[in-house]
């Protein structure tokens, strides 16, 4: 099974700064990775697939980056709404999940 | 715009059986492939099961294989899990999701979910 494993668990920002989320595999995903957004008490959100490829709806402060077994997730300037907990996850061999990286009022 | 309403979960006794229902509404249900994700209180999300468009090919998580299935009834616009075998640790939110596209892989939409404790 392939294992994610995001970091950090959690990241205290202010509104406006910049978020950079990090995916590692624990082997070769190629670019069949994505990331959800999760709010409490809703269900998850699809922000980025294939690595790069933004959602319609989603605005363009959010993208994505990588190959392999390294990705990003990048907020270019955070929003209120913007914090939230957010999931890689990848269908490359089986599915799975990472475990989260909570983005936090600082 | 794309609905899916989950139901069917409740409290069960770890061994018994439980059959979860996603109703979809929004799309045309026959041309997308479907997943159930669960997530544990307070934990992360876990991949269930996926059913292709056709219902031509299933895949579930080591965790469940041979202890889940899923189904789908296009005549009726229905996603389907049973459980049997029940575990405490089977215990989680049940969120069914279609693809975001047709073949897409990716789950584009989720449902609110439905909450299923195991418990003696």
């Known amino acids: 099974e392939i294992v994610l494993t995001q970091s950090p668990a959690t990241l205290s920002l202010s509104p406006g700064e910049r978020a950079t989320l990090s995916c590692r595999a624990s082997q070769t995903v190629s670019s069949y990775l994505a990331w959800y957004q999760q709010k409490p008490g809703q269900a998850p959100r699809l922000l980025i697939y294939?690595?790069?490829n933004r959602v319609t709806d989603i605005p363009a402060r959010f993208s994505g980056s990588g190959s392999g077994t390294d990705f990003t997730l990048t907020i270019s300037s955070l929003e209120p709404e913007d914090f939230a907990v957010y999931y890689c996850h990848q269908r490359y061999t089986g599915y799975t999940f990472g475990p989260g990286t909570k983005v936090d009022i600082k | 715009q794309v609905q899916l309403v989950e139901s069917g979960g409740g409290v069960v006794q770890p061994g018994r059986s439980l059959r979860l229902s996603c109703v979809a509404s929004?799309?045309?249900?026959?041309?997308?492939?479907m997943q159930w994700v669960r997530q544990a209180p307070g934990k992360a999300l876990e991949w269930v099961a996926l059913?292709?468009?056709?219902?031509?090919?299933?895949n579930y998580a080591d965790s469940v294989k041979g202890r889940f299935t899923i189904s789908r009834d296009d005549s009726k616009n229905t996603l389907y899990l049973q459980m049997d075998s029940l575990r405490v640790e089977d215990t989680a939110v049940y969120h069914c999701?279609?693809?975001?596209?047709?073949?897409?892989?990716?789950?584009?939409?989720w449902g609110q979910g439905t909450l299923v404790t195991v418990s003696s």
């Open positions: 059913i292709w468009y056709d219902g031509s090919h299933e």
């Open positions: 294939d690595t790069s």
């Open positions: 929004g799309f045309t249900f026959s041309n997308h492939g």
């Open positions: 999701a279609k693809d975001l596209s047709a073949g897409s892989g990716w789950s584009g939409a």
